[in-house]
């Protein structure tokens, strides 16, 4: 069965600063992964999503991440944060029918 | 609609009682999943359908835990005998065919307390 890593669960940071969240995955089949956002209040929403080709994916609002088979890595990164990013950030991994998500991380900015 | 939608947006209810959570899929997803947020767990999958296909149990927690879906739309899942473990937010989720590679488009959830 397929697993997901996240560390640095709680992540405060000040507007304009950048952001790095980690992802490790364990799965044997073909790998594809996700970054979901949950925004006070609202529901799951696709960031990115990475399945095949260029291993440095770009998704919504500024985010990118980049894929590293070597290091079962799919780290997210946005260069400079807004106040409106504060949300938990889920990575997921695809295999057998289902996503197994990480445990999230909260990132909150500080305006 | 628009997007995935559920209901109850909430339900509270009483230990021992059942419970069933609808889900309304988007038009034309043949795939349809239910997944559970719970603080100690975090997000976990119970159940899949494709199609008309016998649906992927595998994740259900208990045989409490049951699920249909009618028409190859509209999802219910229902847990019987409700125990205050239970209490989580139900998510459900529909892609366009079920490939791995398909986004998977979450609804708001059902937020259950079981008192």
């Known amino acids: 069965a397929q697993s997901v890593s996240q560390h640095n669960h709680h992540v405060i940071l000040s507007e304009a600063a950048s952001l790095e969240l980690g992802c490790n995955y364990s799965?044997?089949?073909?790998?594809?992964l996700f970054w979901y956002v949950q925004y006070p209040g609202q529901h799951l929403q696709l960031l990115l999503k990475?399945?095949?080709?260029?291993?440095l994916v770009k998704g919504i609002k500024g985010f990118e991440a980049e894929f590293i088979k070597s290091k079962f890595s799919f780290n997210l990164r946005k260069p400079s944060v807004q106040w409106s990013d504060t949300a938990e950030y889920f990575c997921?991994?695809?295999?057998?029918?289902?996503?197994?998500f990480g445990k999230g991380n909260q990132v909150v900015v500080i305006p | 609609g628009a997007g995935v939608s559920q209901s109850p947006s909430n339900k509270v209810t009483e230990k021992g009682k059942d419970v069933e959570l609808r889900c309304d899929p988007i038009?034309?997803?043949?795939?349809l999943y239910w997944y559970r947020q719970s603080l100690g767990q975090g997000l976990e999958f119970l159940i899949y359908?494709?199609?008309?296909?016998?649906?992927?149990k595998s994740g259900l927690p208990s045989d409490r835990f049951s699920a249909e879906r009618t028409g190859g739309s509209v999802s219910t899942l229902t847990i019987q005998r409700t125990q205050q473990e239970d209490s989580a937010v139900y998510l459900c989720?529909?892609?366009?065919?079920?490939?791995?590679?398909?986004?998977?488009?979450f609804g708001p959830g059902t937020r259950l307390t079981v008192l």
């Open positions: 989720a529909s892609s366009l065919s079920g490939s791995g590679i398909d986004t998977q488009y």
């Open positions: 038009s034309g997803h043949t795939a």
């Open positions: 997921a991994v695809e295999g057998n029918n289902r996503l197994a």
């Open positions: 359908f494709q199609g008309n296909s016998a649906p992927d």
């Open positions: 990475y399945f095949s080709g260029d291993p």
């Open positions: 799965y044997g089949g073909t790998v594809n």
